[in-house]
């Protein structure tokens, strides 16, 4: 093992990370804000994935289109399926919102199995970021640098969103104290859908990024919505930032464990959230009235 | 109670009674089928239904009916979980009592099933999965394996391959039971020819990026990558192989490819990339345009060779079943050991009485360029055919020590 592969694996765990920083963005503004364990935030990324195979496949055979609308139409499902379904969900204890989320993702990925089979659909490169760099010591696809490029212009456009706009701040104050920002007259309910069609949105955007890299089938969320969880405790539930380090904090223990011990290597993140919690159970940056 | 619910209560009872009786005064004369496979997993668009509905054309084609007896069918589904093939076969050998189990893929659940067969001393013939084990070391009198195993998946590609591609390999293994069985048989075929394997990467099962086992891969610069996996593995390996330029240098053999994984990626995905088929729909043996036709007018695409092979082995048993005289388990297993036959998925084929393998030749396959696919499912080109003898183990090396019943 020299060091030019250590040194690649470290930045294939920054990809890796990636995926899981605009899954955990989504997983985490949910949980804040409203405060539901989405347990379909991986069948949302999944069927945003799918979203795009079917605008490429059937509507605009363009992934930069695809990779814009994907996520504007899993966001606009996200918000109807708030304001439909999980509203009137609210007054009921949380055990009800969570078998909801869960009996979601099964309907999400019976519906595309049903619909496209279980084997999957083809999903390529878009032209532009075929092939890969020459490094000089290796060549690396073009298309994992892309991912760390809008990943970076993602997580930083969510974050300037929520701290330097005016909507940002209700998000903010919804999270910390929603009944306040009730009684000072602005319409919760509608920051609620709009927070959770963010969410969702982001969810598919990481499933449009994700999917030239992968098998995309109806179970390819499922091993990513739990990894997700570790990502959102790791960093704090509710923390944005949490999310952007836990997310790349979590690709690069895959990526040390796949060098160092590979059939180890996913168990090494939950060992690492164990122990870390143990000594911090807010996570790197949430917040302390949750937990302790 | 009045009078009249009374006298509906007693009809009912008379009626359950004689339902009963009737009944199994029938179920003395079937003869009952059954097929354990993957309906809802990761093979479902492999084995699932495809060899479900070999099974039933099978039987429908033979008539229904054999000695006299009504032919069942019933099948279940496994979801490659061994805990649950476990289960599902002693539901099938006790409560449906059903006379022989088929198919079963994935090598770990097939196994279990193999201990079932013994256990109740009725057959199973394991179709879809491929550990030499079944022939080898846990071989047992009921138990016979039908389309292939990974000797010949091994041996046949192995071998064309370091012939006609390149000595020097590298292997990326699915760590499990089946992988690590592959893994032996590749690298004993890659010795046999003079190669050498340049080193190995064991990948846990299901993973989903493949990119730091490619690198070191390609770091070592191998003439040849085998991927030991299949199904979603075997797609997202391939996916970022080419991702990641490995092609340009370096040929890639597949353990099992089929046009299911084709189509689910993409064909410019596998262009150029060869595997060992025991059939395929465009081969010219006689019997075999006429059945992808058939099966191409009823289901609209042809067959794959897990699906032929099902049709193959249902039919041959019934035939082993009519040859006894007797749907006796032990009858069976006699007509069937050392029957030699062909059919349009074996030509020819022998069912070895030393292991209870039916072998048969095996095909290389290449799989085609987008630019080389002229209808659809045309997705393999025959490039090359390893006859009988060599393509399966010699049964003196098997391990095998075929008992009695």
Not at chain 1, 162 to 173: C, D, F, N, W
Not at chain 2, 243 to 266: N, S
Request: with cysteine.
């Amino acid at each position: 093992m020299n060091i030019q592969f250590v040194i690649m694996q470290l930045f294939n765990g920054l990809i890796l990370g990636s995926i899981y920083v605009i899954l955990s963005l989504g997983l985490t503004i949910i949980f804040g804000m409203l405060g539901i364990i989405n347990f379909a935030h991986g069948a949302f990324y999944m069927f945003g994935a799918f979203v795009a195979y079917t605008i490429i496949a059937y509507l605009i055979p363009n992934f930069w289109v695809a990779l814009v609308m994907g996520p504007i139409v899993m966001a606009l499902l996200g918000a109807a399926c708030e304001a439909f379904i999980l509203r009137r969900l609210y007054n009921l204890p949380p055990l009800y919102v969570m078998l909801f989320t869960f009996g979601l993702m099964l309907v999400l990925q019976d519906f595309i199995r049903m619909v496209y089979g279980a084997a999957g659909v083809p999903f390529r490169t878009p032209s532009l970021l075929d092939g890969a760099i020459n490094l000089g010591f290796m060549f690396y696809p073009k298309y994992r640098i892309f991912l760390i490029i809008i990943t970076s212009f993602c997580s930083l456009g969510v974050w300037l969103f929520l701290s330097k706009t005016k909507l940002g701040a209700i998000i903010r104050a919804g999270t910390d104290n929603s009944i306040m920002v009730d009684a000072l007259g602005i319409n919760i309910s509608r920051i609620f859908t709009f927070v959770f069609g963010m969410g969702i949105g982001l969810a598919g955007l990481a499933g449009v990024l994700a999917a030239p890299l992968q098998n995309v089938s109806h179970l390819m969320g499922v091993d990513f919505l739990v990894d997700c969880f570790v990502v959102v405790v790791i960093g704090g539930m509710g923390s944005i930032s949490g999310s952007i380090v836990g997310g790349l904090i979590v690709g690069e223990i895959i990526a040390i464990g796949v060098m160092v011990w590979p059939p180890m290597a996913h168990t090494l993140i939950y060992i690492f959230m164990a122990a870390f919690l143990l000594i911090r159970p807010r996570g790197l940056f949430g917040r302390e009235a949750f937990h302790e | 109670m009045s009078k009249s619910k009374k006298f509906t209560q007693l009809m009912a009872v008379v009626v359950l009674i004689l339902g009963f009786a009737v009944s199994s005064a029938f179920s003395a004369e079937t003869l009952k089928i059954a097929t354990l496979t993957d309906m809802s997993g990761p093979y479902a668009e492999l084995a699932g239904w495809g060899n479900i509905n070999a099974a039933k054309m099978a039987i429908e084609d033979f008539g229904g009916k054999v000695l006299g007896m009504d032919i069942e069918y019933v099948y279940r589904d496994h979801q490659c979980k061994p805990d649950l093939a476990n289960q599902k076969a002693i539901e099938l050998y006790e409560k449906e009592k059903v006379d022989v189990i088929f198919d079963c893929p994935n090598s770990a659940s097939g196994l279990a099933v193999n201990n079932q067969a013994l256990r109740y001393k009725k057959i199973f013939i394991a179709i879809t999965s491929g550990t030499t084990r079944y022939t080898g070391d846990l071989c047992n009198r009921y138990t016979f394996h039908w389309a292939y195993n990974d000797y010949v998946l091994a041996t046949s590609a192995g071998m064309w391959a370091a012939d006609n591609l390149g000595k020097k390999w590298y292997t990326i293994t699915a760590d499990y039971a089946w992988g690590h069985d592959l893994l032996k048989h590749f690298s004993a075929a890659l010795q046999k020819r003079g190669g050498t394997l340049l080193g190995n990467e064991m990948v846990p099962l299901g993973a989903s990026d493949f990119s730091p086992f490619i690198i070191k891969a390609m770091n070592a610069k191998p003439e040849v990558l085998a991927l030991l996996n299949a199904g979603k593995d075997t797609v997202n390996s391939t996916k970022q192989a080419v991702e990641f330029g490995l092609r340009k240098q370096t040929k890639i053999v597949h353990a099992l490819l089929f046009p299911e994984d084709i189509k689910a990626a993409g064909p410019e995905v596998f262009a150029d990339n060869y595997v060992t088929a025991s059939w395929d729909w465009k081969v010219d043996q006689p019997g075999s345009k006429e059945f992808v036709a058939k099966w191409m007018k009823k289901f609209g695409r042809p067959p794959n060779w897990f699906n032929a092979g099902n049709y193959s082995c249902v039919t041959q048993y019934l035939l082993a079943v009519k040859r006894a005289g007797s749907k006796d388990p032990q009858a069976v297993v006699k007509a069937l050991e050392g029957h030699r036959f062909s059919d349009f998925f074996a030509s020819p084929g022998y069912i070895r009485p030393e292991d209870h393998m039916r072998v048969g030749k095996a095909y290389i396959l290449r799989a085609k360029k987008p630019s080389e696919i002229k209808e659809a499912w045309d997705y393999f080109q025959i490039v090359g055919e390893v006859p009988m003898e060599q393509a399966y183990m010699n049964s003196k090396d098997t391990g095998c020590k075929m008992g009695d019943f």
